[in-house]
């Protein structure tokens, strides 16, 4: 299938964003020189996204294409997938609920191979005790992404 690709300019840096005909198939921290195309599933994802980091979206509803993955990394994205947003749950939590207590370290392998970070939001997995631990954008877009969705979290359930 062919990708067609855009470029996001987002507090966290450029995020290049790709699709196929499905869906979402990857999302790439620090795109340059990525070719920018016009596609209306880029563009929905694009507004979602921008929709995300001015806290205005707290669930993605684009579709999701990922095509590759062992079945370990497939049940751990699928349970990213699960973790409330403004939420964290540790990898050794991750990995109970996929039916492998004893690996928090596969788990953190799986989140690094994560192709759609952000929408499958493998951000949202600490270490054991909150530690920020492990990020493909960088500790710094984690923390980003962590204190956003904290911020607006919070500002939703005292509004609520």
């Not at 990708?3 to 979402?24: E, F, H, N, Q």
């Not at 195309?37 to 979602?48: G, S």
């Not at 403004?86 to 050794?92: D, L, S």
């Not at 192709?115 to 984690?142: D, E, M, Y």
């Amino acid at each position: 299938m062919t990708k067609r690709w855009t470029v996001v300019d987002t507090p966290v840096g450029p995020l290049g964003l790709a699709v196929d005909d499905i869906g979402l198939c990857r999302v790439l921290f620090g795109a340059q020189d990525v070719p920018v195309e016009v596609d209306p599933l880029l563009d929905e994802v694009a507004e979602q996204l921008r929709a995300y980091f001015a806290g205005e979206l707290v669930e993605f509803t684009v579709p999701v294409s990922i095509r590759r993955g062992s079945d370990f990394e497939r049940a751990v994205w699928a349970q990213l997938s699960r973790i409330p947003y403004g939420e964290t749950h540790t990898y050794g939590e991750v990995a109970r609920a996929v039916g492998e207590p004893d690996a928090a370290r596969a788990v953190g392998m799986a989140c690094n191979r994560n192709p759609v970070g952000v929408v499958v939001p493998c951000h949202r997995v600490v270490g054991a005790g909150g530690k920020l631990v492990g990020f493909g954008g960088g500790l710094p877009a984690k923390r980003h992404l962590l204190e956003l969705e904290a911020r607006v979290r919070m500002e939703h359930d005292w509004l609520a």
